[in-house]
């Protein structure tokens, strides 16, 4: 997920200022390394060039914290595609599904949608490892266990995670 | 070409066929509109938490419990038409069971548990133990034939229920967490032998599991959420 991404999906939850777009960021998806400044006008300089977000209530002062952005419905889509499409089932995709489930409860689209999505997702690849395994010799077995565990561990995080998504919608709202 | 392959190719027609299914204990909603479409010889999995309806969707296809509403079609007749009689003949017939365990009757041998359903059926003893000896062989399950199921491990019992479930050629066996009760290699064990040998009968399997690397033996699979189906959600 990209910075420019995450603000898309901040900036369909409400139109805000460059300074609240940071602390929301921060928040929500940087993890242990907030934005600089400087990342979060080239990102809004960006989106603005591509014509996904616009500007509004620039103030009499002309500092860059009296813009307002606002998404438009160009940016509105661009969310819509990040969310419906699954991550690559690979080992360290935590943060990216975190960010996505995020980015559901921000904008009230399903979180549970985006789950099952990477559900059957993870289930693909787990099948087309079972037949591998299946049809190999006992180092293949071994080969393909390691990366069924690993994605099955996944999965109860995703299942676990979608158990508590009632919850964490009110925090991310607040 | 594998049957996994095959199962694939959307010309093969639909054998049995769950619509809007409903069902409620008192005041528990089991099933809210669920629904679950089986191939001839494919191998389906269903999954969702504790409590979602999974067991109660298997039963209801498999005409074992009545749903309060929807259809369920086999192979062209509405299994609510026919009459208990009628019912329990074609599940008898058609249909081949695996639950988590206890299935199996204590008191008989391997042999003759595996031989029980075609006994049921009128069969008589000396060519039900033939079948069942001959399944039992190729299944790995030979030197077992004598032993009663308290002297099997939960693994090896659970090989004896799969064989017993394909012991009448059923062109389908509904399994419910076969494999909930065994650790993770016992486990593996029954999943490759009950897909290889359905694989190998042409018979389609329901494989109610709520462990993914289960499911994952599956040819596609279902998620069953607070009574309803993903097959009706429309996920793929
Ligand atoms: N025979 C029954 N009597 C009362 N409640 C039942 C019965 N069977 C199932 N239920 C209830 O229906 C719901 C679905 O159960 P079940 O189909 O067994 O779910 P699963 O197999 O997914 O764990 C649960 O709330 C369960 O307690
Ligand atoms: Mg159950």
């Given at each position: 997920?990209?910075?420019?991404?995450?603000?898309?999906?901040?900036?369909?939850?409400?139109?805000?200022?460059?300074?609240?777009?940071?602390?929301?960021?921060?928040?929500?998806?940087?993890?242990d390394?907030?934005?600089?400044?400087?990342?979060?006008?080239?990102?809004?300089?960006?989106?603005?060039?591509?014509g996904?977000?616009?500007?509004?209530?620039?103030?009499?002062?002309?500092?860059?914290?009296?813009?307002?952005?606002?998404?438009t419905?160009?940016?509105?889509?661009?969310?819509?595609?990040?969310?419906?499409?699954p991550?690559?089932?690979?080992?360290?995709?935590?943060?990216?599904?975190?960010a996505?489930?995020?980015?559901?409860?921000?904008?009230?689209?399903?979180?549970?949608?985006v789950?099952?999505?990477?559900?059957?997702?993870?289930?693909?690849?787990?099948?087309?490892?079972?037949?591998?395994?299946?049809?190999?010799?006992?180092?293949?077995r071994?080969?393909?266990?390691?990366?069924?565990?690993?994605?099955d561990?996944?999965?109860?995080?995703?299942?676990?995670?979608?158990?508590?998504?009632d919850d964490?919608?009110?925090?991310?709202?607040? | 070409?594998?049957?996994?392959?095959?199962a694939?190719?959307?010309?093969?027609?639909?054998?049995?066929?769950?619509?809007?299914l409903?069902?409620?204990?008192?005041?528990?909603?089991?099933?809210?509109?669920?629904?679950?479409?089986?191939?001839?010889?494919?191998?389906?999995?269903?999954?969702?938490?504790?409590?979602?309806?999974?067991?109660?969707?298997?039963?209801?296809?498999?005409?074992?419990?009545?749903?309060?509403?929807?259809?369920?079609?086999y192979?062209?007749?509405?299994?609510?038409?026919?009459?208990?009689?009628?019912?329990?003949?074609?599940?008898?017939?058609?249909?081949?069971?695996?639950?988590?365990?206890?299935?199996?009757?204590?008191?008989?041998?391997?042999?003759?548990?595996?031989?029980?359903?075609?006994?049921?059926?009128?069969?008589?003893?000396?060519?039900?133990?033939?079948?069942?000896?001959?399944?039992?062989?190729?299944?790995?399950?030979?030197?077992?034939?004598?032993?009663?199921?308290?002297?099997?491990?939960?693994?090896?019992?659970?090989?004896?229920?799969?064989?017993?479930?394909?012991?009448?050629?059923?062109?389908?066996?509904?399994?419910?967490?076969?494999?909930g009760?065994?650790?993770?290699?016992?486990?593996?064990?029954?999943?490759?032998?009950?897909?290889?040998?359905?694989?190998?009968?042409?018979?389609?399997?329901?494989?109610?599991?709520?462990?993914?690397?289960?499911?994952?033996?599956?040819?596609?699979?279902?998620?069953?959420?607070?009574?309803?189906?993903?097959?009706?959600?429309?996920?793929?």
């Amino acid at each position: 997920m990209t910075i420019a991404t995450a603000f898309l999906a901040l900036l369909e939850g409400q139109p805000q200022h460059g300074y609240d777009l940071k602390r929301a960021y921060d928040q929500h998806f940087a993890g242990d390394r907030p934005l600089h400044y400087g990342q979060v006008y080239t990102t809004l300089a960006k989106l603005l060039r591509h014509g996904l977000v616009t500007v509004d209530g620039v103030g009499g002062d002309s500092g860059p914290d009296r813009k307002r952005y606002t998404i438009t419905d160009a940016g509105v889509t661009d969310v819509q595609r990040w969310l419906d499409e699954p991550e690559k089932p690979d080992q360290y995709l935590q943060s990216d599904l975190y960010a996505k489930v995020i980015g559901a409860l921000l904008t009230g689209r399903s979180a549970a949608a985006v789950l099952d999505v990477q559900r059957e997702e993870h289930l693909v690849a787990m099948r087309e490892l079972t037949r591998r395994k299946q049809a190999g010799d006992l180092a293949d077995r071994i080969i393909c266990d390691h990366a069924l565990f690993h994605l099955d561990a996944d999965l109860r995080w995703l299942e676990h995670t979608a158990t508590l998504l009632d919850d964490l919608a009110v925090q991310v709202r607040r | 070409m594998t049957a996994g392959v095959r199962a694939e190719g959307g010309s093969m027609s639909t054998l049995l066929d769950a619509q809007g299914l409903h069902k409620a204990y008192g005041p528990t909603t089991a099933l809210a509109g669920a629904d679950l479409r089986v191939r001839a010889g494919e191998i389906v999995s269903v999954m969702g938490p504790s409590g979602s309806g999974k067991s109660t969707l298997l039963h209801c296809a498999a005409g074992l419990t009545r749903p309060d509403a929807g259809h369920v079609g086999y192979d062209g007749q509405e299994l609510s038409m026919l009459d208990d009689v009628r019912r329990s003949a074609l599940r008898r017939r058609e249909f081949g069971f695996v639950f988590q365990f206890g299935q199996l009757v204590p008191e008989l041998t391997a042999l003759q548990n595996v031989a029980l359903p075609l006994r049921l059926d009128g069969v008589s003893r000396r060519t039900a133990e033939r079948r069942a000896t001959g399944l039992m062989d190729r299944l790995g399950l030979a030197d077992k034939a004598r032993s009663r199921p308290g002297e099997l491990s939960g693994g090896q019992q659970q090989r004896v229920a799969v064989a017993r479930a394909l012991v009448t050629g059923p062109r389908v066996i509904f399994a419910d967490e076969p494999t909930g009760a065994l650790d993770s290699v016992a486990g593996e064990q029954v999943m490759e032998m009950l897909t290889t040998a359905a694989r190998e009968a042409g018979a389609a399997v329901v494989l109610v599991t709520h462990d993914a690397r289960v499911a994952a033996y599956a040819d596609r699979g279902i998620v069953v959420r607070d009574g309803r189906s993903s097959e009706r959600m429309g996920v793929r």
